[in-house]
């Protein structure tokens, strides 16, 4: 995350400082003129990223010393918004003073942490959809409103404390409408409701959750948070290992997507993962007790009442490089007879990023979700219940702002009846 600007004055102040008293007893020697260190310097100053001395000039044609030019190298290593080429720059400058940046920086660093020890990141979020059964000749329009802040809090050098909290409001309907029905097949809550909260820390290639946080393979059919613990070992291969209570009351993300109440369930799951350059994959088990799970059934209306959900999954993504890229799924709820499996394969082009203006992207996807085990989807226009073709694009019209709009069209599984699906999104990031 950015630096605050409270970070950011803190240490510019502690370097003006430290150059005040600290010069007439310097210990370091000059830096010749024609050191190249004076010419990555200069570009530094051209590119606006450093200032030089406290006048605003660079005295280039001037000897320096070695103390000097780190503090200048430290005010540019504070600054996160610079180009490729100035970061580069930066590194190199780096290497060439660690020294001096490792004795300077023993009193930025210190008081930076302190000045530091709280950050946020958020956004606000514009949401419209448009869900369709074409057969049945049944539509469902919305709009929706979210602002969502995610602070995290440092409580020593290996742990922290994060947290999400979310507001939601239906911009159709416009009132207060708390835990009630919204465009009659979404849920929203104008109060402001703590979604995650855990302590992290992290020892190496050793990390533990506390709290309530995302458990694995929240980006296919886990998109929701449970309580409990979580380790996890590794570097390019990985062990993932939780245990926990998910919630599935009425409140609850589940319930709100497929309409049943189920208890409160007893949650373990475990993973293996690597991860090496252009290919990542994952082979991971969910396992689910609670004291009812009522499995749709195919050709009726009926429900298959289960207390357990066991459910394979495996997943792999490549990039070809920086434009091209694959990734897909398979899972498989080995307790559910009917709608027991759920898969996506997609292609992506390129892709809009936040703090790049101008970026943007494009996806065609096949997905096919088995509503009994695809209990938490994290997808936008083919639902839970259903299969068929996606299409979407996303693009940075300013920097920090990103624009998104999916179709998709296909089958509902249940029923078979066609159905069609929009979705269009602003998410504004601060």
């Known amino acids: ?93 780096a290497a060439e003073f660690s020294d001096e940046l490792n004795n300077l920086g023993v009193r930025v660093s210190n008081l930076e942490r302190n000045a530091d020890m709280v950050k946020w990141n958020g956004k606000a979020e514009y ?36 947290a999400r909290l979310d507001a939601s ?6 009132r207060d409408d708390v835990h009630s029905e919204h465009g009659k097949d979404s849920y929203q809550d104008t109060d402001v409701t703590l979604k995650r909260v855990w302590a992290q820390g992290n020892y190496g290639n050793f990390q533990v959750k506390l709290g309530k946080f995302a458990q694995i393979d929240d980006d296919s059919i886990f998109d929701t948070s449970f309580s409990g613990a979580e380790v996890k070992f590794g570097n390019k291969v990985t062990f993932t290992a939780g245990a926990g209570r998910q919630n599935m009351d009425n409140d609850s993300d589940f319930t709100q997507k497929f309409k049943v109440g189920e208890k409160t369930a007893n949650y373990q799951y475990a993973g293996l993962g690597y991860g090496d350059g252009k290919f990542v994959g994952g082979v991971d088990y969910h396992h689910l007790n609670s004291d009812t799970f009522n499995y749709a059934v195919k050709g009726n209306n009926k429900a298959n009442v289960e207390d357990n959900a066991n459910i394979w999954l495996a997943k792999a993504a490549y990039r070809f490089d920086k434009t091209n890229a694959l990734n897909g799924f398979y899972a498989n ?10 898969w996506s394969a997609q292609y992506s082009y390129k892709g809009a990023e936040a703090e790049n203006k101008g970026t943007w992207g494009a996806w065609a996807a096949y997905r096919y979700l088995g509503q009994n085990t695809d209990l938490f989807s994290t997808f936008d226009v083919i639902l839970a219940g259903q299969k068929g073709w996606e299409v979407g694009a996303n693009y940075a019209p300013f920097k920090n702002i990103v624009a998104t709009l999916r179709y998709g069209n296909g089958k509902d599984l249940r029923t078979d009846n066609d159905i069609e699906n929009l979705f269009g999104r602003v998410e504004v990031f601060f």
């Open 169 to 174: 409001t239906d911009l159709a309907k416009d």
């Open 127 to 162: 949401t419209y959809y448009s869900h369709r059964d074409k057969d049945a000749n049944t539509k469902t329009n919305d709009d929706q409103l979210l602002f969502r802040l995610e602070p995290s809090a440092e409580v020593n050098s290996h742990w922290h404390v994060n």
């Open 1 to 93: 995350m950015k630096k605050t600007l409270v970070s950011a004055l803190t240490t510019a102040l502690v370097v003006g400082a430290a150059s005040t008293t600290f010069a007439a007893a310097n210990p370091f020697s000059d830096v010749p003129a024609d050191h190249w260190a004076y010419d990555a310097v200069s570009q530094l100053a051209a590119d606006g990223v450093i200032e030089g001395y406290g006048d605003t000039t660079f005295r280039g044609n001037q000897n320096i010393t070695r103390y000097e030019m780190a503090q200048m190298i430290a005010k540019a290593m504070a600054k996160t918004d610079v180009s490729a080429a100035d970061k580069a720059l930066i590194d190199k400058l």
């Open 333 to 342: 709820n080995t307790s559910a007879d009917d709608f027991d499996k759920a």
